[in-house]
């Protein structure tokens, strides 16, 4: 069965410092993968996507994610965190035959301390 | 481009009445998303339409149903409301549902169960 783990649920790194979040999928053929945004009170906004090509994809905001076939991750990194990036942050995974549908992990709650 | 619409944005019912979200995509897209966030179980996928189509479903009770009009706009229906319904229901667009798409979400509908 499909399924997308973020080992971390609460985050805090300074702002200024590097950030790396971490998703485990687990999908039998090949994987798209997503990271979302979401800001209290709204919706998600994508921040990227992989579904094949280059295993470094660039995203909005600064933020870049590299996909490792071997470990079955997906982890979201930017290399300085500003007070704005305070949000949670969701990975998810969806598949050929799945159309729309996407499996989300539980989200990592990142907060910034000044 | 406006983005993905929901109304209404918050909604309070009681246990036992039934309710109806709306959801209006991005113009050009075709295919809508529907889930729901609780905290405790996180994001859940509940059902996909394309070209007025239930092309997808989650694993949610046929309490929760939908359609999709000739326009693409979408609504969900939820009988028999529970107290387990309180969640932030969201609902994403895209342009046909295919996986590598990019999927835009909307602000979501709080609903609130008495």
């Known amino acids: 069965a499909q399924s997308v783990t973020q080992p971390d649920i609460h985050i805090t790194v300074s702002e200024g410092a590097s950030l790396e979040l971490r998703c485990n999928y687990s999908?039998?053929?090949?994987?798209?993968l997503f990271w979302y945004v979401q800001s209290p009170g709204q919706g998600l906004q994508l921040l990227l996507k992989?579904?094949?090509?280059?295993?470094l994809v660039q995203g909005i905001k600064g933020f870049e994610a590299e996909f490792k076939r071997s470990q079955s991750s997906f982890n979201l990194r930017k290399p300085s965190v500003h007070w704005s990036d305070a949000a949670e942050y969701f990975c998810?995974?969806?598949?050929?035959?799945?159309?729309?549908?996407?499996?989300f992990g539980q989200g990592t709650e990142l907060s910034v301390k000044p | 481009k406006a983005g993905v619409t929901q109304t209404p944005r918050y909604l309070i019912k009681t246990r036992g009445q039934q309710v109806t979200l709306s959801c209006s995509p991005i113009s050009g897209h075709r295919s809508v998303s529907w889930y729901q966030q609780t905290p405790g179980q996180g994001l859940q996928f509940l059902f996909e339409y394309f070209s007025e189509t239930q092309r997808n479903k989650g694993n949610f009770p046929g309490r929760f149903s939908g359609r999709q009009f000739s326009n693409s706009r979408s609504e969900m229906n939820v009988s028999t409301l529970e107290l387990g319904d309180s969640a932030l229901y969201l609902c994403?667009?895209?342009?046909?549902?295919?996986?590598?798409?990019?999927?835009?979400f909307g602000p979501g509908t709080r609903l609130l169960v008495l």
């Open positions: 999908y039998g053929a090949t994987p798209y």
């Open positions: 994403a667009s895209s342009f046909t549902g295919r996986p590598e798409e990019s999927q835009y």
């Open positions: 992989y579904f094949s090509g280059d295993t």
């Open positions: 998810a995974v969806g598949g050929w035959n799945q159309g729309g549908k996407l499996i």
